[in-house]
């Protein structure tokens, strides 16, 4: 597709149950970022891969939170064990790398989680 | 550690005032950096970025910003805004020696018409 594409844009869980939230990125992007936006919280960053890199995970906010990119490609953030304070808009953006310097990120829509 | 700062987080002028929204960051190694823009209701886009060169770059919609390496800043600014310029921005930076791009905690702006 021309942009990043994420799935659901909607997700409303009961609180304990796991979630999977998707990333479709730009294709040829080698980076994929995932972020989380709350209100009145900004952009929180949580993981990035680039390339066959190990992933930086230093923003993942707790052990019930994961991440994996499957061949170079799509992207799945999984949080287990939801808990209220999860629930915000979590955003994907990919770019590219040209001699480690990244170029412009694209985001994609978001998937707003709602944690009852 | 790597972090970018902005100061105001909530703007409020009339339409035809002129802006200036602030940003510093603190960073090793190479340094780029953005503005984004989130519209009402719309996903993040670029609005202008730095990676080497002028330190005053242009954007889109008439928006500029100014890279001062001394100051470690990268401040936002239009000469006069409009009432559709009313949305969040973020300042935002890349170290070369991380990759990561980390965001500041954004700013609202609300234009009166």
């Known amino acids: 597709g021309a942009g990043v594409s994420q799935s659901p844009s909607n997700k409303v869980t009961e609180k304990g149950k796991d979630v999977e939230l998707r990333c479709d990125p730009i294709s040829g992007h080698t980076a994929l970022y995932w972020y989380r936006q709350s209100l009145g919280q900004g952009l929180e960053f949580l993981i990035y891969?680039?390339?066959?890199?190990?992933?930086?995970k230093s923003g993942l906010p707790s052990d019930r939170f994961s991440a994996e990119r499957t061949g170079g490609s799509v992207s799945t953030l999984t949080i287990q064990r939801t808990q209220q304070e999860d629930s915000a808009v979590y955003l994907c953006a990919s770019s590219k790398v040209v001699s480690r310097n990244t170029g412009e990120l694209f985001f994609g829509e978001g998937s707003r989680l709602t944690v009852l | 550690a790597q972090s970018v700062s902005q100061h105001n987080h909530h703007v409020i002028l009339s339409e035809a005032a002129s802006l200036e929204l602030g940003c510093n960051y603190s960073y090793g190694g190479t340094v780029n950096l953005f503005w984004y823009v989130q519209y009402p209701g719309q996903h993040l886009q670029l609005l202008l970025k730095y990676f080497s060169g002028d330190p005053l770059v242009k954007g889109i919609k008439g928006f500029e910003a100014e890279f001062i390496k001394s100051k470690f800043s990268f401040n936002l600014r239009k000469p006069s805004v409009q009432w559709s310029d009313t949305a969040e921005y973020f300042c935002a930076g890349i170290s070369s020696n991380t990759g990561k791009l980390i965001f500041g905690q954004g700013t609202t702006l609300q234009v009166k018409p």
């Open positions: 891969f680039q390339g066959n890199s190990a992933p930086d």
